[in-house]
């Protein structure tokens, strides 16, 4: 029997992972079956627990339960303790393991598209549970300078006490008033849309003059092709315009690997998404 894989979510049936993980496990000749699950909304733990039982050995976990299999792993790496959310389950020992390979897999899109992390500023749109995924790993990669900036203050006033050792900057509620309080903070060379506007084809009011020249603007929603966000940031001058496509490849990669021991190729099944994706010109 192979050994099996599922991502769960709600809803699922969009989900791109059972595609790369089939071309994953092609490419390395690994013996194994990736399915999507739909679990109720309130029915995570339940799915999650029938699954093991079935035997299965590993899960990707995707909208809304990131931070419900935050609560439900027995032990957590520390990234995923860091960002309080978790995209990947392993069952190992009579023990679930979680992990979140978010931030690591943009941090490999960014190098792939050419940024110099190390000397980068970065401004991080929104504070929910992919901006914290991908804090600890732009840090570890040597950013210059990362602020982040979400609508609503509550949110940004507990990412800015979470993370407060770790030298984020945060400016609470100037999304929602649409000013720009500390323009000294401006220009950065990545702006990273973490939030969920682009779902609905909405963009966060962003000030002019962010973007420094030779900047990169990248939208972590995917299969939209030019949203809101990416054509107001062509419009105020950031020379680079990227969707999420590579760091849903990447952080897929990550979890294949932590299951499988083995590193896929990801150029290859990141080229053959593009393919059938709406183009951002
Ligand atoms: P989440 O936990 O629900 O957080 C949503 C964030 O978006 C919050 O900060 C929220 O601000 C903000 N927001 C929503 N609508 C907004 C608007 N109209 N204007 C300004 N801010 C708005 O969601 P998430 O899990 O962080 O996911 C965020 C996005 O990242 C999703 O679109 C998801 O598809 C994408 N994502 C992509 C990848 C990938 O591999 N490419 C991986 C993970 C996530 P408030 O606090 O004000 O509500």
């Given at each position: 029997m192979p050994d099996r894989y599922a991502v769960v979510g709600h809803?699922?049936?969009?989900?791109?992972s059972p595609a790369i993980h089939a071309a994953f496990a092609a490419q390395t000749g690994q013996d194994m079956i990736y399915e999507a699950l739909l679990a109720p909304l309130d029915g995570f733990a339940a799915t999650v627990g029938q699954f093991r039982a079935e035997g299965g050995r590993g899960m990707n976990i995707t909208v809304p339960f990131k931070e419900e299999a935050w609560r439900l792993a027995d032990r957590l790496t520390e990234r995923a303790s860091l960002a309080r959310a978790v995209n990947t389950l392993s069952f190992n020992a009579g023990e679930v393991q979680g992990d979140n390979t978010d931030g690591a897999g943009l941090v490999r899109d960014l190098e792939t598209l050419g940024c110099r992390l190390a000397t980068a500023r970065v401004l991080l749109l929104g504070a929910g549970g992919a901006a914290r995924g991908v804090v600890a790993p732009l840090l570890e990669s040597g950013v210059s300078r990362l602020f982040v900036a979400n609508r609503t203050s509550s949110r940004a006033e507990q990412f800015l006490e979470d993370?407060?050792?770790?030298l984020v900057y945060c400016m609470p509620g100037v999304l929602a008033a649409g000013g720009?309080?500390?323009?000294?903070?401006?220009?950065?060379?990545i702006v990273i849309n973490a939030t969920s506007a682009s779902l609905t084809d909405e963009t966060p009011p962003l000030p002019d003059g962010l973007y420094a020249p030779g900047s990169l603007a990248y939208d972590m929603v995917y299969g939209r092709g030019l949203t809101a966000f990416l054509k107001q940031a062509r419009a105020q001058g950031a020379t680079t315009l990227a969707d999420g496509l590579g760091m849903l490849v990447e952080q897929a990669a990550e979890a294949f690997e932590l299951w499988r021991g083995v590193r896929p190729d990801t150029a290859p099944v990141r080229d053959m998404l593009r393919a059938a994706t709406p183009p951002l010109a």
């Open positions: 809803p699922i049936s969009h989900s791109k993370f407060a050792d770790m720009w309080q500390d323009a000294a903070a401006a220009p950065y060379d």
